[in-house]
């Protein structure tokens, strides 16, 4: 079999199949921590990948994921991550990060297996040393390599559904169109308590984008897809956060950087750099921080309007955009809402935490009550 169709079977198998227990209780414990540890999603892609490799190709040692080890044993683990599980993790909407593990900090450039002797400097550390004693379980052939995937997979698709039963409770409970919409400043108050929770660094992104989607017929302008949360510009090369094309054109003519800090003369100097090197004239390069706007920031970003034959650098206050921008466009706010809800339960666990998701349904619900 292809490693797709080996995919393939795995799921079925996973779906089939009522339990989600394995014989050995201390194996049992440990893909169930591997696979539920919503803080780092890391560990349960190594465990992937490295189990279709080993039902792709029997005689590999699950712990070797690096060719730079060398030895007929080895085989690039990113490879199948890159090239098989972000397909069929997305086809199945499984609560995997959509990117490689083998790319985070911890599991990047590493030239030796991955035995139970050896530690992963990352957090949370019993993630690692899980992720590891599982593959061991497989070297050792106290688990066959198939038998566990089902069962990573059978996780996997109980997460999902969980998830997806709480986010549909949390809509059902959502008042009915027929009552009084919010206001805008209602809005306002719910937006600005959302983005002060906890890794709600995506969250910025959004507010702006949901803004420009709700009106992008009435301005002729357009939203280019916004790029993965933790992707830089440098490798995605985007000017911003955030690139807007007027309508029938695909250059970008507007550019929105968001900080969650203080924006600092350094970051206009950058900004200063990559207008300079863009290939087409961009009209505003505008920065929406959620922190206070130094004066002395603000005044060195205006004085680049004639240095740069016409392009304006500001530097804007996200919930002073938002408050300003719903009174502007009072009749479609709650269409702006709806947007930006359905963008946000779009986003991928990775960028927005499902805790987040459910942290906005539940607000809104409290809104729509006391309004």
Do not use: W
């Not at 080890?69 to 086809?91: H, N, Q």
């Not at 999902?160 to 409970?173: C, D, Q």
């Not at 530097?315 to 930006?340: G, K, P, V």
Request: hydrophobic share 40%.
């Amino acid at each position: 079999m292809t490693p797709e169709e080996i995919l393939q079977n795995i799921y079925k198998h996973a779906e089939m199949s009522n339990s989600s227990v394995v014989g050995d209780p201390a194996i049992g414990e440990r893909v169930n921590y591997v696979c539920r540890c919503i803080s780092n999603r890391s560990g349960v892609r190594l465990l992937m990948s490295c189990l279709l490799a080993k039902l792709d190709k029997p005689n590999v040692d699950p712990r070797k994921p690096y060719t730079e080890i060398g030895g007929m044993d080895c085989f690039s683990g990113r490879t199948y991550d890159e090239r098989y599980l972000t397909k069929f993790i997305s086809d199945n909407r499984l609560p995997v990060n959509h990117t490689t593990a083998f790319l985070t900090p911890t599991l990047r450039n590493i030239d030796y297996p991955l035995t139970t002797n050896k530690e992963l400097i990352g957090r949370p550390r019993e993630l690692y040393k899980k992720s590891l004693e599982l593959l061991e379980d497989v070297a050792k052939k106290r688990i066959q390599a198939d038998i566990l995937f089902v069962v990573v997979v059978r996780i996997l698709i109980l997460l999902r559904n969980e998830k997806s039963a709480r986010i549909t409770s949390l809509l059902n409970a959502l008042k009915q169109e027929d009552s009084l919409p919010l206001s805008s400043e209602a809005i306002v108050s719910l937006i600005k308590q959302h983005i002060s929770c906890k890794n709600a660094s995506r969250l910025p992104v959004l507010v702006i984008a949901a803004a420009y989607k709700s009106i992008e017929k009435t301005l002729h302008e357009y939203i280019l897809p916004l790029n993965s949360h933790n992707a830089a510009d440098i490798q995605t090369g985007a000017l911003g956060d955030i690139e807007i094309c007027l309508v029938n054109e695909n250059s970008v003519v507007t550019v929105y950087e968001i900080k969650m800090k203080r924006v600092t003369q350094n970051d206009i100097d950058i900004a200063l750099s990559k207008i300079i090197k863009a290939p087409n004239k961009i009209h505003n390069y505008l920065f929406i921080t959620t922190e206070i706007i130094e004066p002395i920031v603000a005044e060195y970003a205006a004085t680049f309007y004639e240095k740069t034959d016409g392009t304006e650098i500001a530097i804007l206050d996200c919930i002073s955009f938002l408050r300003h921008f719903l009174h502007l466009f009072h009749r479609i706010r709650i269409n702006y809402l709806n947007i930006y809800q359905s963008m946000l339960l779009d986003e991928p666990d990775s960028a927005v935490s499902q805790t987040l998701k459910e942290a906005f349904l539940a607000l809104r619900q409290v809104a729509e009550s006391d309004e």
